[in-house]
């Protein structure tokens, strides 16, 4: 009897090893992309777009302020400086009994501007970022999209809706889409892999851990392709911080907290997904600033953690004119699209959401267009291998070829 039990016992650590193995392996696998990045970035090219500056920053994050957070302004501000955003703009959840965009984080703090902006519900369902965030928030869930988007213009305040797949309305008057969410990505990923990454991998590269789950939200995307084709619509991706993954064994209400881990911590999530912006020059960053240029669409969405990638442009010229990220073109003779971006990478070329044509790995990529359209950049580092051939290092906003 003694004898099978310790042949069980020796059989259920053999197995437990065993499966620990490919967790073991893509550890290592992490390790090889670490040092892929790094000699990638060691190569890079930069160029400005003229008449431009670019600003980065993350979109969407919360703190305790709107609840579902353990998040602190304290633990945000320093993620935020020590990472070098220019700004970032929040999304504090509504309170029923007090303004979240007035208690939220608004204006400079050490080096990165805040927004106070705020996450809102429709009473059909659908969800909104708001630029900025509005006092009477906590009763916009009597409105239906439609009511609801007639008043926040209005205001002339921003909405980008996001969690697409919920909107019951077909209402489409929304100023913009996340097109994608690390909170939705993080949501759609295998728990069981999760787990075991979390114990192998985590502790070393948590960044890297995060990036071997990009996914490019293909649904996502083909919603933002279907309005954006009929109407303009800024492109966002959002970093949906909430700073709430934390586990402990012991853990008190004075906030100490030991023998454990937070996997989402701001410091972390930072550096992920990123928004560049482009300001005239000349232009200070302010609040208002921020949301004009998101609002003509002069932006694209950056996964800096495989390689910073400020400097990327997207511009279109039809021999008279030459238009940036959201400008609207005449088709004229024909108009070149010329992306750039500061590591060599595939563009892929959009045209009303419809694969157009993709270049070979390549700081740059010209093609012209003889259709009238709205047209995209992708731009893929098919170097690092899977899954970052299928998943964007970068997203850029439209040109609306005329
Ligand atoms: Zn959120």
Redesign the pocket.
Known sequence: MKKILGKSVLLLIAVLLAVQVPFIYRRYKIGQLSNKIASLNADRATRETPGYTEYKGVM???TSLGG?STGTFEELIKAANDNGLNFVAM?E?YDLNYDTSALGLNGVYGKTLFVNGQ?VDASDGGRY?LFPGSPESASFGKLDSKALMEKIHAEGRLAVN?YPERKTSDNTDFDGMEVY?L?INAKRSNPFTAIFDVIWSFPTYPELTYATYFRRNDDYLRRYDAVASQKRLLLTA?A?A?SNKGYYLIADDEGNRHFGFKIDQYKVIFRLVRMHVLLESGTPLTRETLIEALRKGRAFAGFDILGDTSGFSFSADNGTEIRIMGGEIKLADGVKLNSFAPLKCRFVVYRNGVRLNESTVSNEYRIEVNEQGTYRVEAYLDDLGSPFDQAPWIVSNPIYVR
């Open positions: 969407h994050a919360h579902h999304t959840h996450e970022l996001n969410s909170h959002g949906d909430h």
